[in-house]
C-alpha cells in the first residue's frame, strides 16, 4: 500500500460547480499534511496547509480526519483556472524529514 | 528574492555522459531535496539534505550521487546517464513558520 494514495481523476467539473475529493495515508504518526497544485509541465505550488481543525481559503476548504486517515479538499465555484493536478501531501512536522507526496488528483473544469 | 532557483533549465545528455545539476535558494532553509516526476506519475524523491553537512538516500538513489556544498546549494550528479534517467529533476526546500516545502522551476533531462 501506497504511504499517501490519491484518486487519479480525472475529475470533470462543470464551471461554478463545486468538486471534492480524499486523500488517505497510512502513516499514523504523520503530522503535517498541505495541497499543492500543479500545473502541467510546471512545478508543485503550495496551495494550503491542512490543520487539525479545517481551514478555508477563499474557495477552497480542506479537512482532516484524523481517526480515519484521510484528508480532503473541496473547491467551490470552480474556474477554468482550477484545473490542474493537486497533490496531497503528509509527513513528520520536522523540516528534516521527508515529506511524502500522493500521484495527484487532476481536476479540468469545463465551460 | 529568487527562492530556488535550478540550472539548467533544459539539457540533451548521451548515454553514459555526466552532468551535474545545480539548485540554490535564499530562504535560509536548513532541510534541501532532490525529486523526480515521470510523464504522467508522481514525485519521486531521489535523495534529500536535512542540513547543511548531511544527506539520505530517498525512494529512488541509483544512479545519482548529491552534494549539499553549503546551506544554499544542494546539487545532483549523474555519473554516466542512461536513457531510464530521462525525467524532470526538481529541488525543493522546506523550512519556515509553516514548515512546508518550496520548489524549483525544474531541469528538464532528456538522455538518448
Known amino acids: 500500500r501506497k504511504e499517501v494514495e490519491q484518486d487519479p481523476g480525472p475529475f470533470n467539473v462543470p464551471e461554478g460547480a463545486t468538486v471534492a475529493f480524499n486523500c488517505t495515508y497510512s502513516n499514523s504518526a504523520s503530522q503535517s499534511f498541505f495541497w499543492y497544485r500543479q500545473d502541467c509541465r510546471k512545478e508543485p505550488k503550495l496551495l494550503m496547509s491542512?490543520?487539525?481543525s479545517g481551514n478555508e481559503d477563499g474557495r477552497f476548504t480542506a479537512q482532516l480526519n484524523r481517526a480515519s486517515q484521510y484528508i480532503s479538499l473541496l473547491i467551490r465555484d470552480s474556474k477554468l483556472s482550477d484545473s490542474a493536478t493537486y497533490l496531497c501531501?503528509?509527513?513528520?512536522?520536522?523540516?528534516?524529514?521527508?515529506?511524502?507526496f500522493g500521484g495527484g488528483t487532476r481536476v479540468l473544469v469545463k465551460p | 528574492n529568487a527562492g530556488v532557483t535550478q540550472t539548467p533549465k533544459f539539457q540533451v545528455l548521451k548515454t553514459g555522459q555526466s552532468m551535474t545539476l545545480q539548485c540554490a535558494q535564499d530562504?535560509?532553509?536548513?532541510?534541501m531535496y532532490w525529486y523526480r516526476q515521470d510523464p504522467g506519475m508522481g514525485l519521486r524523491l531521489i535523495y534529500y539534505s536535512a542540513s547543511e553537512g548531511t544527506t539520505d538516500k530517498g525512494e529512488v538513489p541509483n544512479g545519482y550521487n548529491v552534494s549539499r556544498l553549503n546551506k544554499r546549494e544542494f546539487s545532483l550528479r549523474l555519473e554516466s546517464a542512461a536513457p531510464s534517467q530521462t525525467s524532470v529533476y526538481f529541488c525543493?526546500?522546506?523550512?519556515?513558520?509553516?514548515?512546508?516545502?518550496?520548489f524549483g522551476p525544474g531541469t528538464r533531462l532528456t538522455v538518448l
Open positions: 501531501v503528509g509527513g513528520p512536522k520536522a523540516a528534516g524529514n521527508k515529506l511524502t
Open positions: 530562504m535560509n532553509h536548513n532541510s
Open positions: 491542512v490543520y487539525s
Open positions: 525543493a526546500t522546506r523550512g519556515g513558520s509553516t514548515d512546508t516545502q518550496y
